[in-house]
């Protein structure tokens, strides 16, 4: 810490916004759950975030060119954590995403995000020529594939897309040629019925569901409908804290985790959803502003490796409660319940903090 010239080169803008959006999530977690048997789980939200502090003040004191020397010790750490996973891992709801230890419970694959930044990173800024190559597209790719399939083996299609985003921004602003881009769409789209074979049932249904929820409004489509209802019924000024119909009637399935801002908007209406989302496009322009000042590619690299998996999070969920986007499970970052998203965003925003401090270091 010592080459760091005082607390002041914290971004405090972005904690600023960090801790606040934690705040609502906690808040609007208790307004949900009170009465019922996560009734705990708003103070074990705050706990998480407390750690999750900690975690980032951590990670922020330990130069990235570091982390990104070891990328590939901690990728080759991370998909043995994803075997152990699939051989011994805790089941839950049909998936098998969590290893134990002790009383704690981790989801694996949240964690791997982190890698993949320093993966991304490291290979990207180690290139040797001016744009990246279809050999350095497909090693990469191959390199973010392996992690990708074995999440998807869980099932959890939602986390394994997430690892994308941090690839696709990498190879962008590394200079992809734009032949290579319309080469991968269409490949793509020539993809989508294999990618329609290898999906599980349940995933199946929620496309189809999401296409047309009418068409079975007690299953697939019935946590969509209810979002649906949630958020219309918030009106202007919301319902109030702990008085959405919705949701303190149980209509809305897990309204603490993956529909937490369906709750939220329901209860702090259409005022309350603006200022949330202009909280979320603050935090992203605060970490874009740091990839702008950062000493070198790969500081570049992490910073917009984190800030374009935010944004994916942050428009997939919210575009799955509206019912524009199909339910796939991704969390809303800092809002909703889960020590290991909360764990890992901090984790990630950390990083951001890591290069914002080293730009002063020659």
Same mark, same amino acid.
């Given at each position: 810490?010592?080459?760091?010239?005082?607390?002041?080169?914290?971004?405090?803008?972005?904690?600023?916004?960090?801790?606040?959006?934690?705040?609502?999530?906690?808040?609007?977690?208790?307004?949900?759950?009170?009465?019922?048997?996560?009734?705990?789980?708003?103070?074990?939200?705050?706990?998480?975030?407390?750690?999750?502090?900690?975690?980032?003040?951590?990670?922020?004191?330990?130069?990235?060119?570091?982390? &990104?020397?070891?990328?590939?010790?901690?990728?080759?750490?991370?998909?043995?954590?994803? &075997?152990?996973?699939?051989?011994?891992?805790?089941?839950? #709801?049909?998936?098998?995403?969590?290893?134990?230890?002790?009383?704690?419970?981790?989801? &694996?694959?949240?964690?791997?995000?982190?890698?993949?930044?320093?993966?991304?990173?490291?290979?990207?800024?180690?290139?040797?020529?001016?744009?990246?190559?279809?050999?350095?597209?497909?090693?990469?790719?191959?390199?973010?594939?392996?992690?990708?399939?074995?999440?998807?083996?869980?099932?959890?299609?939602?986390?394994?897309?997430?690892?994308?985003?941090?690839?696709?921004?990498?190879?962008?602003?590394?200079?992809?040629?734009?032949?290579?881009?319309?080469?991968?769409?269409?490949?793509?789209?020539?993809?989508?019925?294999?990618?329609?074979?290898?999906?599980?049932?349940?995933?199946?249904?929620?496309?189809? #569901?999401?296409?047309?929820?009418?068409?079975?409004?007690?299953?697939?489509?019935?946590?969509?409908?209810?979002?649906?209802?949630?958020?219309?019924?918030?009106?202007?000024?919301?319902?109030?804290?702990?008085?959405? #119909?919705?949701?303190?009637?149980?209509?809305?399935?897990?309204?603490?985790?993956?529909?937490?801002? #369906?709750?939220?908007?329901?209860?702090?209406?259409?005022?309350?959803?603006?200022? &949330?989302?202009?909280?979320?496009?603050?935090?992203?322009?605060?970490?874009?502003?740091?990839?702008?000042?950062?000493?070198?590619?790969?500081?570049?690299?992490?910073?917009?490796?984190?800030?374009?998996?935010?944004?994916?999070?942050?428009?997939?969920?919210?575009?799955?409660?509206?019912?524009?986007?199909?339910?796939?499970?991704?969390?809303?970052?800092?809002?909703?319940?889960?020590?290991?998203?909360?764990?890992?965003?901090?984790?990630?925003?950390?990083?951001?903090?890591?290069?914002?401090?080293?730009?002063?270091?020659?």
């Amino acid at each position: 810490m010592a080459k760091y010239r005082s607390l002041r080169d914290l971004d405090w803008s972005l904690i600023a916004i960090t801790l606040v959006l934690s705040a609502v999530g906690t808040l609007q977690i208790y307004s949900t759950t009170r009465g019922t048997v996560w009734a705990a789980a708003w103070w074990k939200q705050a706990l998480w975030v407390a750690a999750g502090l900690l975690l980032m003040w951590v990670l922020a004191s330990i130069d990235y060119h570091t982390l &990104v020397g070891h990328a590939y010790v901690y990728y080759v750490l991370a998909l043995v954590g994803l &075997v152990l996973v699939l051989l011994v891992g805790r089941t839950v #709801s049909g998936g098998q995403r969590w290893l134990g230890f002790g009383p704690l419970y981790l989801q &694996v694959s949240e964690f791997v995000k982190i890698v993949i930044l320093l993966v991304v990173a490291r290979y990207l800024a180690e290139l040797k020529t001016e744009r990246p190559e279809v050999r350095d597209l497909v090693k990469l790719g191959a390199l973010i594939g392996v992690p990708v399939a074995l999440v998807m083996k869980q099932p959890d299609l939602g986390t394994a897309l997430t690892y994308l985003p941090i690839l696709a921004v990498g190879v962008f602003l590394a200079g992809l040629r734009w032949k290579y881009v319309a080469v991968m769409m269409l490949a793509a789209v020539l993809l989508l019925p294999l990618g329609w074979l290898i999906l599980q049932d349940y995933q199946k249904a929620r496309l189809v #569901s999401f296409l047309d929820p009418a068409r079975d409004p007690r299953g697939s489509g019935y946590q969509t409908i209810q979002s649906k209802i949630a958020v219309g019924s918030g009106g202007m000024w919301g319902k109030g804290v702990a008085r959405g #119909s919705q949701t303190q009637l149980r209509f809305l399935p897990v309204p603490h985790t993956d529909f937490v801002f #369906s709750a939220f908007a329901e209860e702090h209406g259409f005022v309350g959803v603006v200022v &949330v989302l202009g909280l979320y496009f603050v935090l992203l322009m605060q970490i874009l502003q740091n990839a702008q000042t950062a000493p070198d590619r790969a500081g570049v690299f992490i910073c917009m490796g984190v800030c374009a998996l935010l944004l994916f999070h942050v428009l997939v969920n919210i575009g799955m409660v509206v019912g524009r986007m199909p339910v796939t499970g991704i969390p809303l970052p800092l809002m909703s319940y889960g020590g290991s998203n909360i764990w890992s965003t901090f984790l990630m925003l950390g990083l951001v903090h890591n290069v914002r401090l080293r730009r002063f270091v020659s």
